[in-house]
């Protein structure tokens, strides 16, 4: 297939490597070093998408990460990339690409209709139009999303690896054009370590279409041998294809690198993105400025474009976007792509400047090769359809504001327009710097510095070649000496570059039509998402007077562009609509992603298996070979239940708490966190740390204590042991265990730093196997043979140090059960054979391995409370009817003991717990369950509480529950009720939240 | 992100290694039950909220797990010092 605009010169691609791909399902060809953009328009593809509220027709309008309407979709199935722009996807053999807008075609859009009523959908339609009935939203968002066409998701799994480094440098310099580039320089000859990034596929920035000498070389020759000349320094890391899109807090930054994205989708052979995690001692930004277009009548049509783009086509793609040229500018700088254009071969209709008595270098050049110069004229509006066919302009009043003569039709096929520039200020906001309106350069400068980083060149405001390499160099020196190297002084000479001559600029925001704004056909200031002049105008006869909230309501900026090419124009739209300048309307602040950023380099290698760490206990393999399901507890795998054959989880928890309450069941009780407590303050510590006392606690002794955070408030519960004088072992809740370990730490190190205590988590030393039930002793009493296990001498709460299977181990009698229980504890490394032998020792007994949830079944029959279950947070011990653990004539004030007495605390009518049982015995009330007095009182109902757990007891042959009930205690044998979604309800009776065993006598033989 | 030095480590570490801790040099009365409710609240509840110049705990909980003190801009994020528990900081908000 021909490629109709391309151009004999080459420019930096290389014509001889012919690259097939297809767009929207037809086939074309490129060559190698163009972007997708740049192939597209060698073959004469006008349209590429369609507008996202309008589904107006656009075509390319710019040639980086500005372009706002050429938004494709890379590849299909579960590679797929959506939102990528054109102008930034590099060319590959067998690329596939579509739009994102535009259904069912670009060409023929259904959607198109309704840009014909474009005028009755103004800003705020959606607000407006959408909101009611409010049900009916997620209808209307369906509609809306699948009309605006954001891209698709991949299908599958992303088949491509990501990668991460962490990395430090003393100056990273972000952007390689000009000034980025003699920067680097000059920081590398310090023997400062340096990065230098930039977002093309090779350095140079604007210097890659420009037809400038530098040193007395063309200027992709300077930037080739600079490049190689970085490349010598040991101490230098080159970064193309890396785009720095976010500037964070002490120098922290972020930088996306595109590895293998340029060799196809789905690359063999590396990762397909780096993302560099980079702490960076001085930054110099060097990101150059966008080209800013001209706001006029249907500025949308495909075919006009920025003036820069139009170069950068002609010169670095040697792609000329059309035939007949038409350029409308407000600045000299334009002037350039007439001279570029004329000199491609074509056809320089006229160059319209909205100035009077344009002569500045450029100027003079357009003029000398015999180009028409409208000077004082405005190109007030495009004709055409899917491509552009025409240009009206008119002589305009000095300041830009009116139509003053008649209005001229030039045929053409392609408007290149500039409105000035915007320094790319983007980074400099992240760091919170405040950027500052500067009327001389129509731009917004960087503001004050809030972090170690200095601008240069463009994006400083500073727009000529040679300002920009100086500053360059010398931001480059000065932020290597204040990282510690070098003078502080320039080293190299500097380039020598022409120097041109320019005219002031004139600040034209809205170019005048003979229409009124409100009459005018559109006039686009934010392409992608359809906001044009008179929608802003709109918006402020609505009321609307700060720029943050104009933006929100017309969404202005908004699109996946951040608004690079619009903003500065709306703002001023805005600014003279409100009667303001720009600087009193301000701006809005940039954020990161200054591009999107894919998931997948977020996430690097941090995800499946290695997303987050897995803690498996001793005895592991022995519950997975006996096919126990697990459930994650923390980072813990825990077994939850052993099934049996083809049993169902709840015959399975019903067999193994009938196994515990008859006979003997085990449990793997490692996972309990355990600190080891030491010092001759120990005992005090603890006291204040628990409702409980334990300074009078023996060694050999246990005690149960629970842990308030200082507003009184439950936080942690477990037993506490003591091991020997001074020394104390402290079990916690599973998920609790790192907490209360920072808990200690910080009472000890912030406020009594004078108690002579130390810490140390064991959890992972020990393996624990619970043995429980009534024939506990005898299993214990086969493979133990130097503990005295008789009641009188071994009884409840007391451990106790012996060899259990040949293993030396701690055994404590504590009991999440009710029943006769004994918690051993053996070096981890011997867990699985501890744990095996006690297996063995119980088979007479048919010893029954139970998980999680028989044991949370058998606690919640005995009333035991999990905390984090059964509290939430805002639970007292009285709440909890567990004012039997709190000391109240300890000596010291212990952690929360104050907050007991608080007004809140002592309130009646409190939620408490309490059991409940369903007068229907089989029905198991909803976790979660909310509790009524009378379930059919209107909507919204007297909420009295809720359900904290809920369980069917197989030894009870009922459903328990327990639940929070405001005034629970004192409503024993009260019926209230638990409403279902369906409107069904549940009675249940208020009871104890003891169910079995009230005595405790079971757990004391 | 930001880059704490640890005065017990005494190096630059990544903000990752670290957590918050709230307002610092708040001391827990030593008779609390003496207290009244309104008072024991304003210890329990009360933190300042300064645009600006902020005393507060950090707790290096991937590394020496010892808790410390730092005094940050709460505009810029700046750290200005940082400093051990049971000593006072040399930068005040009167200062900046």
Not at chain 1, 884 to 899: A, E, L, P, T, Y
Not at chain 1, 920 to 930: D, I, R, S, W, Y
């Amino acid at each position: 297939m021909r490629q109709l605009n391309r151009l004999p010169t080459a420019g930096r691609t290389d014509q001889n490597k012919v690259l097939n791909f297809t767009f929207n399902g037809k086939g074309y060809q490129g060559v190698a070093g163009d972007t997708l953009a740049s192939a597209l328009l060698a073959n004469g593809v006008d349209v590429v998408g369609r507008s996202f509220k309008y589904a107006r027709p656009r075509g390319i309008f710019g040639h980086g990460p500005e372009e706002p309407n050429a938004i494709i979709q890379l590849g299909s199935g579960a590679a797929t990339i959506p939102n990528l722009k054109a102008t930034q996807v590099e060319l590959y053999e067998g690329l596939e690409a579509a739009s994102v807008n535009g259904w069912p075609s670009v060409n023929f859009d259904l959607m198109g209709l309704i840009g014909a009523f474009g005028r009755l959908m103004p800003p705020g339609f959606y607000y407006k139009t959408f909101m009611y009935p409010k049900k009916l939203w997620m209808t209307y968002e369906h509609f809306i999303r699948k009309a605006a066409g954001l891209g698709s998701s991949p299908t599958g799994r992303d088949p491509d690896s990501y990668e991460k480094l962490n990395q430090h440098c003393d100056v990273l310099v972000v952007g390689a054009g000009p000034a980025g580039l003699v920067a680097a320089r000059e920081a590398a000859r310090t023997g400062a370590r340096v990065i230098i990034a930039d977002e093309q596929s090779e350095f140079g920035g604007s210097l890659l279409a420009s037809t400038q000498l530098i040193d007395g070389v063309p200027a992709t020759q300077w930037v080739a041998e600079i490049t190689d000349e970085l490349g010598e320094f040991k101490n230098v890391q080159r970064l193309p294809r890396s785009t720095v899109f976010g500037y964070y807090d002490h120098n922290f930054l972020a930088i996306l690198e595109r590895v293998t994205d340029h060799l196809g989708i789905s690359s063999a052979s590396g990762p397909r993105q780096c993302m560099h995690r980079v702490r960076a001692a001085q930054v110099v930004l060097a990101t150059g400025a966008f080209e800013r277009p001209l706001v006029f009548a249907h500025n949308d049509i495909p075919g006009v474009m920025l003036a820069s783009s139009v170069s950068t086509y002609v010169n670095r793609f040697g792609v000329a976007p059309g035939t007949r040229l038409v350029v409308a500018t407000t600045n000299d700088n334009a002037y350039q792509t007439a001279i570029d254009w004329h000199h491609a071969g074509r056809s320089v209709v006229s160059v319209v400047d909205s100035r009077t008595g344009p002569s500045g270098d450029l100027v003079e050049q357009v003029r000398a090769l015999g180009i028409q110069i409208l000077e004082g004229h405005g190109l007030i509006e495009a004709v055409g359809g899917k491509r552009v066919r025409k240009a009206l302009v008119a002589p305009i009043n000095p300041e830009g504001s009116k139509v003053t003569g008649p209005v001229q039709r030039l045929a053409c096929d392609l408007i290149a327009s500039s409105g000035g520039w915007s320094a790319a200020i983007h980074l400099s906001s992240h760091t919170g710097a405040k950027p500052v309106w500067d009327d001389t350069i129509v731009s917004f400068r960087p503001g004050e510095s809030k972090q170690k980083e200095r601008s240069a060149g463009a994006c400083r405001g500073t727009f000529g070649s040679l300002e920009g390499l100086r500053e360059g160099a010398s931001a480059g020196a000065e932020a290597a000496k204040l990282a510690g190297f070098g003078s502080g002084e320039v080293q190299f000479p500097t380039p020598v570059i022409d120097q041109i001559i320019e005219q002031p600029q004139q600040a034209l925001f809205l170019v005048p039509h003979n229409k009124a704004t409100s009459r005018a056909p559109s006039q686009f200031v934010d392409f992608q998402l359809d906001v044009s002049a008179a929608g802003i105008e709109l918006a402020v006869l609505e009321g609307f007077e700060s720029v943050e909230h104009v933006k929100r309501y017309t969404a202005l900026g908004f699109g996946t562009d951040q608004g690079k090419l619009g903003n500065i124009n709306g703002m001023a739209i805005l600014a003279n609509a409100l009667g303001q300048d720009i600087a009193e309307t301000g701006t809005t602040i940039f954020r990161p992603s200054y591009t999107p950023t894919t998931f997948g380099a977020i996430a690097g290698r941090d995800i499946n298996q290695l997303f987050d760490p897995e803690r498996y206990t001793a005895m592991h393999r022995w519950h997975v070979e006996k096919g126990a399901e697990f459930e994650n507890v923390g980072q813990w795998k825990r077994p939850w239940y052993f099934p049996q054959r083809n049993e169902t989880m709840q015959q399975a928890v019903d067999r193994e708490g009938l196994a515990v309450r008859n006979s003997v069941g085990i449990l793997d009780a490692t996972t309990l966190g355990k600190i080891d407590i030491q010092g001759p303050d120990a005992a005090e510590f603890i006291t204040r740390m628990y409702t409980n006392s334990y300074l009078k606690l023996a060694p050999g002794k246990c005690r149960y204590g629970v842990m308030l955070k200082e507003d009184g408030m439950i936080f942690d519960d477990g037993v506490c042991a003591c091991l020997s004088e001074n020394h104390y072992l402290m079990f916690t809740t599973t998920g609790g265990a790192a907490g209360v370990l920072s808990w200690l730490e910080l009472w000890q190190q912030t406020e009594w730093p004078e108690l002579q205590v130390y810490f140390t988590s064991v959890t992972d030393h020990w393996a624990t196997a619970t043995v429980t039930g009534p024939n506990a002793r005898k299993v214990i009493a086969k493979v133990c043979q130097d503990i005295d296990l008789a009641s009188e001498s071994f009884g409840f709460m007391d451990w106790r140090d012996g060899t259990v299977a040949g293993v030396t181990a701690r055994v404590f009698r504590i009991s999440f059960t009710g029943e006769l229980s004994y918690e051993v504890n053996a070096p981890a490394h011997y867990g699985r054979h501890v744990w095996e032998q006690l297996i063995e020792a119980g088979a007479e007994f048919n010893i029954t391995p139970y998980g999680t949830e028989t044991m949370h079944v058998l606690r919640a029959e005995k009333g035991f409370i999990i905390v984090g279950q059964d509290t939430d947070g805002s639970m007292t011990p009285a709440d909890m009817n567990m004012n039997w653990v709190v000391g109240k004539n300890k000596v010291f004030s212990f952690i929360g003991k104050r907050s007991l007495e608080r007004s809140d605390s002592i309130r009646e009518n409190r939620k408490q717990l309490v059991g409940l049982k369903t007068l229907e015995p089989n029905t198991v009330l909803p976790e979660g369950a909310q509790i009524v007095n009378d379930p059919n009182q209107p909507i919204p109902m007297a909420m009295q509480g809720h359900v904290t757990s809920s369980y069917y007891s197989a030894s009870l042959r009922h459903s328990i529950a327990l639940a929070v009930v405001k005034g629970g205690l004192n409503r024993m044998g009260d019926i209230v009720y638990c409403p279902a979604a369906d409107g069904a309800s549940i009675a249940a009776e208020i009871v104890s939240s003891v169910f079995y065993d009230p005595t405790g006598k079971r757990q004391h033989v | 992100m930001l880059l704490i030095y640890c005065p017990h480590c005494l190096e630059h570490r990544e903000e990752e290694e670290f957590s918050y801790g709230g307002e610092a040099h708040i001391a827990r009365p030593l008779n609390p039950e003496a207290l009244s409710d309104e008072q024991w609240a304003d210890y329990l509840f009360f933190r300042k909220n300064p645009r600006g110049i902020h005393h507060e705990m950090w707790y290096h909980a991937i590394g020496c797990r010892r808790y410390f003190n730092a005094t940050r801009n709460t505009v810029t994020y700046e750290i200005l010092e940082t400093y051990k528990v049971g000593t006072q900081p040399q930068i005040t908000g009167a200062d900046v």
